[in-house]
Structures are given as C-alpha cells and as structure tokens.
C-alpha cells in the first residue's frame, strides 16, 4: 500500500494556505445536505462537531459519557501552548515548530507542525473569543508559563484547569448547534464498529449503554475524536473510562495504525502506594516552572527531606541539564527519574519516587503566589497523600500519560479509510516520538476548529455518494460482528474479573513495553499475551446483562480490544530498533544515557495494517523528510 501523506511542499510557511486554496469547496446552500458523525467531544470532537454544525452540515456527535463536557480532556490541567510571543521572550510561530519538531525526536511530519504552529494563534484568539477565562497578568495581558522543551513562555492557562476551561468553551458552542438542530447528540453511546461501504466509511454501529440496544448510523464522512489508549496500562493519568475500541476497530476495518508504541510517560504523578489502586494522578507539568526535582546524593539516606542539608541532596535534571534544567522534555526527565531511583536513590518507602520542591519558590516568590500558580494541584496532593506540599516536597514518579501512536492520517486528517477522519489525540499526527507538554490541547483544537473544517470539504465535494440505508449487508454484518462480540462477553461466565486480566496486561506492558524496553523484554510480552488473551476469553466473568447499564461489559469489550492493541505495541516497539523520545530501547543508548537514534534506518512513521487476529500485521512506512530542523542529537544540555 502506497501512504500518500498529501502534505504540500514549497515554502513552508505558505504551506497551509496554498493548500487550503486547492481544497475543494462545498458551497453554503448545499451543505446541509451532507451528514457527518463525529465520534467523541473532547476537546478535539467537541470542537469539531460544534464548527461544522457552525459551517452548515447535519452533524450526529457521539459520546460515552452522560454529558459532552465529561470528556476526558477536562482533566487537562497545566496548558496550552500558542506563539504569540506576549512575554516578548524571542517566541516565534516558527520556534514553535522547532521545538516540536526536536522535541518529538524527529519523528513527526514537518508540514502538519508547521501548520499546528501556525494555527496556535488563531486556538487563543477563539478561545478568548468564546469567554475561556484564561489566567491574566496585571496589565491585562493573558499571562504564561513555561513547559518542558521550551525556553520561552507560550503556555496559556487557567489554573490547573486549563482543560476543563477550554472544554467549557466548546461544550457551550457545541450546545448552542444542539439547540439550533445542527447537532443530534448522543450520549451515553458507545461505537463499537465502523461501516465500511465500496470502501468508504459511511456509518457507524453504537450500543446504548442504559438499554443495551445496538443501532446504525449513516452519513457521509465519520470523524473520530476518541483519545488516547494509555489505559493499555491499566494505571495510567487517564480517566477510568479512556479506551482504544473505536480506533481499534476502525483499524479491523481497514485504517492503519501508526508508531502505536510511541507512548509519553509524563515524570510528575503521584508515586503507586498499592495492589489495589486503580488510577495515577498527575502533577501538572507547570509545577516544574517552581518545584526544584532532587534526591539525596547518597544511596539509602532515609533521612526526612527537611534534614538533609543542601550539599548532600542532588538536583540531577539542573546538574545533568543546566540550560533547561528542571524543565527538560518529558521523556528526559521520566528516565532520569529512573535511573536515580535505579541507583538506590529514589524516596519514599516504595524508593520509587524523588521530590519536587518547592521549598525555595515559596521563600522566594510567597506562599500567596505559589497558592494563587497551583492551589488546586497542591490541595489534590494534599488529599490523596496526607502531606502538605507547602511545608514537604511532593514525592513523584513517572506514570503512562499520553499516547503519540493513533491512526495514520494524511495532511487532511484522513485516515486510510476513505470518508474517515481521525482528530486530536486518537490520530498520530503531529506529536513524533514524544509530545511537548501543553500541545495535545493544542493539537485537538487545531484539529477541530481548523483543520478539519477546511478539509472535509474537498472530499464531501469531490465524492459521489451512492445513497445507502441501514438494510444495506455492510450495516447488517457490523450490528452480527457487535452483537455476537457482547453475547460471547456476556455468556463466558468464567472465573475472573475484567479487572484482574487488565491489571495484568497493564502489568506486563509496563515492565517490557513502558519507560524502557529491549528485545528479550517485548519477545517475552509478545509470546505472553496471545495465551493471556485466549484465557481471557475462555475465563473472564462478566457480570449481568446487555439490557441495563452494565460497566463491566462494558470494560469487558475494551479490555478484549486492549489484548489485541498490546501486541502491536510490542511488534512496533521490537521492530524499532532505535531509541527516540519516548520509545527508549535499552540496547541503542549514548554513551550518556540518551536516546540514541538511527535516521538511516528508522526515519519513518511505522503504519501496521491488520491482517486478522493472532496473524502478523503488515508494516507500511511513510518516509519523513526533514528541510528545514535539521535532525542532530537532542541536546538540553
Ligand atoms: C491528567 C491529564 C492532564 C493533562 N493536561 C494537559 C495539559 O495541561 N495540556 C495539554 O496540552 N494536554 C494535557 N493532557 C493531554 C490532553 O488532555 C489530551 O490529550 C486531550 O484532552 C485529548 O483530547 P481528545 O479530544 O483527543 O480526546 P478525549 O478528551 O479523551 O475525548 C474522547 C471522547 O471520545 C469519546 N469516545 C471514546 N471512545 C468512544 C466510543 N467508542 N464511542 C463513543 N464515544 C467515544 C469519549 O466519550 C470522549 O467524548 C493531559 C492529560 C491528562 C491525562
């Protein structure tokens, strides 16, 4: 299969609008006659589906939660990035790009930064436009702080609730087109199957999760905004109910799936006290802006953090790195986090854990204005851990975060499935091999209110539609494959819970496919999980039945689709062989530690297409060029 990415050469920073200039256009009167689903209302669906009802198109929006604005991108707390260069600080659209493209190690598509860059003005400007309350300085100014692989401060924010704030903001248009009869909202349903019809998406096939009932849709475009599938993991920041079924099986239909092992483990979450915990939560990156991160400097010091004096404690990430220092990129800072816990330096009773302090930012700056920067992040570490992080540092480790990997899209957004286009954290577009902090905001507002608005129109332009209706074989299949996938669930009455054959697999995917990985590790996980996956279908025990709310079906179905997805991660991760960003392969390292890359051999995104279960899938590769961030080491030095 030839990837034809369409990505537009010439002038990079002209690429975007010639390219818009040769879409093809559907004109005003017509495209209420056009219907597009948009599965998910992230920040990524959510925009997206508010700005083509905005445009005119009849638009049917998904999602499994009892409210749109439950998404999982309320989480989000530190930021997002935009280059309008406020502070003055040598900010530029085209710093931006660079950082992006460095910091994802030279994996990403030049062209798509290039324009999710671009684009970061116009988030802001709409944002504030729609009331978002964005964090503001004394003179009026929207204020800003700075993440991690970034000398500059671009990252816009509101509190530690950025996310949630941003999500308001396309909630409330979203609202307004479900009020106008733009949008026929569905919560509460959850797509389990794609419709593929003459090779185009023109469906999907959804359970309602109160009554159980299965049911098509029709349209002529689907959109996915679906997120990321770090719940692979089982502990992971996600919320609970993340999960990969709609891109998995979209990918069973025919979509690739790009660099699926390219995952972001994010250095500052609250350390694993137990067995039995079921969730990570996060530290806002921002809170490095402040909080110094340090160990002891010798091994087994037990001592309280209070009692030992500043020239026995090691502040690794100033020492290693002085010109970011505690603002080095995530994947820099969760392996070094690592390797001092590794050392016998880490804290705490597990000894995996260092502090971040904030100690000296609180004698410099006030408590008032360390309270006013993070107050809800140090009041959610209060309640959980019983500390108080005014007067002792946090204790934190690195955790599954985010997922680079997703469905392979073109410079349209659109996968390789005619008709279906995947947005925001679902796709893998713009990311590389490790994402910048405050840009996944960035990237699913880019997507939603920009990119894909433009888009979409070429193709709903350019393509006849035959008309099709829910008799159609292709729509019958889809709700036999749904229905038969929940019986079988429902009828296996084995001996145990979802749960415990997902903590399981999480297990197994952090040890040999999470921070680091090597090959003996990934062939152990590959030749582990197929009888894993078989058991889990002789012997998984779900409860209740398909014609009430049931979360344990529920989770059964992801589960069964989380099996399938570890072992491609496992594939993509053992046939990388090469570290990059977040992929760090034990065997190809620095004489320093870092990631060591191989451009010759590995400067690609790896595109897998599924060829049945238990069948080894087939690789396509899409070459990346590089003309103008010239790939060389990654230094924060
Ligand atoms: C704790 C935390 C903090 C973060 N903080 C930041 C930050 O400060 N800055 C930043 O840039 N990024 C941050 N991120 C990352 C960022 O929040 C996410 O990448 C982003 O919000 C994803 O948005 P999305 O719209 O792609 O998906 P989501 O917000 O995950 O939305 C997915 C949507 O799809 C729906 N859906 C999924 N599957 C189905 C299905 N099968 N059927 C029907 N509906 C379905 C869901 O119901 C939901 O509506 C953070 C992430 C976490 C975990």
């Not at 002209?14 to 004109?27: A, E, G, I, S």
């Not at 590959?526 to 058991?535: A, D, K, S």
């Not at 004489?591 to 595109?607: F, K, L, M, N, Q």
Request: net charge neutral; aromatic share 10%.
């Amino acid at each position: 299969m030839e990837l034809d990415a369409k990505a537009p050469g010439g002038p990079i920073e002209t690429r975007w609008d010639r390219h818009r200039f040769n879409l093809k256009l559907v004109n005003p009167a017509n495209k209420r006659k056009y219907t597009v689903i948009v599965v998910g209302t992230g920040l990524a669906g959510g925009s997206a589906a508010a700005s083509l009802a905005e445009l005119g198109y009849q638009v049917k929006c998904f999602c499994f939660q009892d409210s749109p604005r439950r998404a999982h991108s309320i989480a989000a707390q530190g930021g997002i990035n935009a280059a309008k260069n406020y502070h003055n600080d040598g900010d530029s659209v085209y710093r931006l790009f660079y950082d992006t493209v460095k910091g994802g190690d030279f994996r990403a598509r030049e062209a798509n930064v290039y324009r999710l860059a671009q684009l970061s003005l116009n988030i802001i400007d709409q944002c504030v436009g729609q009331g978002v309350p964005f964090a503001r300085e004394y003179s009026g100014y929207l204020d800003n702080r700075s993440f991690g692989g970034a000398q500059v401060s671009r990252t816009f924010y509101a509190r530690g609730q950025t996310g949630q704030q941003l999500l308001l903001g396309a909630y409330q248009a979203l609202e307004r087109q479900i009020g106008a009869g733009q949008v026929e909202m569905h919560p509460r349903t959850e797509m389990l199957d794609l419709i593929v019809i003459d090779g185009r998406a023109r469906g999907i096939t959804t359970r309602d999760l109160i009554t159980g009932k299965i049911e098509s849709h029709l349209a002529d475009a689907v959109v996915l905004g679906t997120g990321g599938y770090g719940n692979v993991y089982y502990l992971s920041t996600n919320a609970k109910g993340s999960n990969a079924t709609a891109i998995w099986r979209a990918h069973k239909r025919g979509a690739l799936l790009a660099n699926p092992c390219f995952t972001q483990i994010h250095p500052t979450c609250i350390p694993v006290s137990g067995e039995y915990q079921s969730k990570l939560t996060l530290m806002s990156e921002s809170l490095r802006n402040d909080g110094r991160v340090w160990v002891p400097a010798k091994k087994g010091d037990t001592r309280p953090p209070a009692q030992i004096p500043e020239a026995e404690r090691d502040y690794y990430l100033e020492r290693r790195y002085p010109s970011f220092g505690n603002l080095v990129p995530r994947d820099v800072a969760s392996r070094n986090a690592k390797a001092v816990c590794d050392e016998g330096r880490g804290v705490g009773e597990s000894g995996l854990a260092v502090y971040l302090d904030f100690r000296d930012a609180i004698e410099r700056l006030g408590r008032h204005v360390i309270l006013e920067r993070y107050g809800n992040l140090f009041e959610m570490y209060e309640r959980i851990t019983g500390e108080n992080p005014y007067q002792a540092p946090m204790r934190i480790y690195p955790a599954i975060h985010y997922t680079m990997g997703g469905l392979w899209v073109d410079y349209n957004l659109m996968s390789t499935i005619p008709g279906l286009y995947v947005i925001g954290e679902a796709n893998f577009s713009d990311h590389g091999a490790n994402r910048l902090g405050a840009s996944a905001l960035m990237q699913g507002l880019a997507d939603g209110y920009f990119v894909l608005p433009n888009t979409i129109s070429d193709y709903l332009a350019s393509t006849k539609f035959e008309k099709v209706d829910l008799s159609h074989p292709a729509v019958r299949e889809a709700e036999t494959q749904v229905t038969s996938i929940t019986k079988r669930l429902l009828e296996t009455k084995g001996t145990r819970s979802v749960d415990s054959y997902h903590r399981e697999l999480g297990k197994l995917m952090w040890e040999h496919c999470g921070m680091s990985r090597n090959a003996e590790g990934l062939r152990h996980a590959l030749g582990t999980i197929p009888g894993l996956r078989e058991q889990f279908w002789r012997d998984v025990r779900v409860l209740g039945t398909n014609e009430e709310l049931n979360q344990s079906l529920e989770k059964a179905g992801r589960v069964a689709d989380f099996f399938e997805l570890a072992e491609l991660m496992c594939l993509d991760a053992l046939e990388r062989n090469e570290s990059c960003g977040g992929h760090f392969r034990e065997e190809y390292q620095t004489p320093d530690g870092e990631a060591a890359r191989d451009d010759e051999h590995y400067s690609y995104a790896a595109a897998w297409e599924f060829r049945g279960v238990g069948n080894p899938p087939a690789l396509h590769k899409e070459p990346l060029g590089f003309e103008y961030v010239h790939p060389a080491q990654r230094s924060y030095k």
